[in-house]
């Protein structure tokens, strides 16, 4: 797999490549110059899981900001820059652990050569970012439209020029909105790699996902569909959203990819005729409870006491919904009977006294 010998980087005290564990990132979503919000915002998705954040840095007050915002946060800040040279240099000056940038347009040679030297002093990986958005008109043209190997070969253009300026400390991040180009684009990227003998870890996502619902199905596919490879070495679910969302989002891709071990996962019945429970409540609420309780299980949710217990066999412990009444289920046995409105409450107690 290629995610098993992929070069290993180091951004801020975490590690990619080389097999080590696949980081979630995301992105805040407030005006980095705003410390106070920006510094919020991390924390909260700190708690939710995430373990490298990314903040834009458009203007000298936002770069600024980052040495403030670091003294707060515990997980890798990475600087996203657009067009300004300069914003990468006073970013990594500022303590960015990474800066994302796109080589082509970042105003020429020496320009570039000036933000890889600022690397290379605080020897900082720099993300080259290609996105089909912004892709060379010259490749699409030529291609008549962007297609995957017009991705490919502007990223592999991209690392180049990193490469020719003197430096290998690089993680690389092809995107595209079009899913199923996506993946072919990050196939025939590794395929490049590797007959380059340049094993870069790869950033992955599919960009411009959408919202919640959309962008979830998307990113689901098309991330499961990559990393299923063994592709991919961090990744962010793009969400027109709250950035926990992605969080969750990411951790749910990866354990259910198998790719992540940990936390619990949730079951739940699609409800039928015989449910008397609002069980799409219950299923939820159980879903928010068991966020960030650290064990390494399966709870079942089911509709009705009639099929539930033998549904729920599978799962380490179960609710089941009845009339008034609910149940609580360990490996398929009922083991109590509690009123309905006691189910969260007593499952909650389970679990924070879980001895298998
Ligand atoms: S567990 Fe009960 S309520 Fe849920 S789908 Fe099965 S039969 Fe219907």
């Known amino acids: 797999m290629y995610r098993d010998n992929t070069r290993i980087i180091h951004i801020g005290d975490r590690v990619i490549g080389g097999g080590n564990p696949i980081l ?45 915002i670091k003294k707060s946060i515990h997980i890798p800040l990475v600087a996203d820059i657009h067009f300004d040279y300069r914003m990468a240099i006073e970013a990594i000056r500022y303590g960015a652990d990474k800066i994302r940038i796109n080589p082509g347009n970042i105003g020429g040679e020496d320009k570039l050569k000036a933000v890889v030297d600022a690397a290379k002093e605080r020897n900082i990986p720099i993300r080259v970012g290609v996105n089909s ?6 490749i699409v043209e030529r291609d008549d439209g962007v297609t995957a190997k017009g991705i490919v070969e502007s990223a592999i253009d991209k690392v ?33 790699l590797e007959r ?22 998307k990113s689901s596919i098309g991330l499961g569909l990559i990393l299923g490879q063994g ?75 009639v099929n539930g217990p033998g549904e729920a066999k599978e799962a380490d412990i179960g609710i089941a919904g009845g009339n008034g009444e609910g149940l ?29």
Do not use: F
């Open 160 to 192: 180049h020029m990193i490469e020719n300026a003197g430096y290998d400390n690089i993680v690389i991040s092809i995107k595209s909105s079009d899913v199923m180009m996506c993946v072919r684009a990050h196939e025939a990227l590794v395929d490049k």
């Open 24 to 68: 979630i990132q995301s992105m805040t979503n407030v005006p980095t110059e705003d410390t106070d919000a920006v510094t919020a915002q991390i924390l909260g998705l700190e708690e939710a899981g995430c373990e490298i954040i990314r903040c834009t840095v458009p203007n000298i007050e936002a770069a600024k900001a980052i040495e403030t």
């Open 328 to 356: 609580i289920i360990k490996k398929g046995e009922i083991v109590k009977k509690v009123p309905e409105d006691r189910l969260l409450d007593e499952l909650k107690q389970e679990l924070e006294h879980w001895n298998g």
């Open 231 to 305: 592709i991919g070495d961090t990744i962010r679910v793009s969400l027109t959203g709250d950035p926990k969302e992605e969080i969750t989002s990411a951790k749910l891709i990866l354990r259910t990819l198998g790719l992540r071990k940990g936390g619990i996962e949730v079951v739940s019945c699609p409800t039928c005729g015989r449910t008397r429970i609002d069980l799409i409540g219950l299923a939820t609420k159980v879903e928010d409870m068991v966020q960030n309780i650290p064990l390494d299980i399966k709870v079942a949710v089911m509709g009705c006491a």
């Open 133 to 138: 958005g912004s892709l060379e008109r010259h």
């Open 196 to 217: 380059l003998g340049t094993r870069y870890p790869l950033h992955v996502g599919i960009t411009e996902a959408g919202t919640v619902r959309s962008g979830n199905i």
